[in-house]
């Protein structure tokens, strides 16, 4: 059970990010190098997200990967 929280976590911050950065799936998906339905699927907590993918994430919004995926509630 614990898991699928920091799944929603994840999933959560990730499309709050992009919001927040005015960027549409798509923009994103080009960051991470794959298609905007399989970023769409790791917004929905649908898809998993490997790591490396979470540090590219983290540099490109400037925010700490323990923020990212729940860990801290401070970027």
Same mark, same amino acid.
């Given at each position: 059970m614990k898991a699928a929280k920091n799944v929603a976590v994840w999933s959560?911050? +990730?499309? &709050?990010? !992009? $919001? #927040?950065? /005015?960027?549409?799936? #798509? $923009?994103? #998906?080009?960051?991470? $190098?794959?298609?905007? =339905?399989?970023? *769409? +699927?790791? &917004?929905?907590?649908? !898809?998993?997200?490997?790591? &490396? /993918? @979470?540090?590219?994430? #983290?540099?490109?919004?400037?925010?700490? @990967? $323990?923020?990212? =995926? *729940?860990?801290r509630d401070q970027a």
């Open positions: 959560k911050r +990730m499309k &709050e990010l !992009r $919001d #927040a950065n /005015n960027l549409v799936q #798509a $923009d994103v #998906a080009k960051v991470l $190098d794959c298609t905007q =339905v399989a970023y *769409g +699927m790791y &917004e929905l907590g649908k !898809r998993r997200i490997s790591i &490396e /993918n @979470l540090v590219k994430l #983290a540099r490109y919004y400037h925010v700490s @990967l $323990d923020y990212l =995926v *729940g860990l």
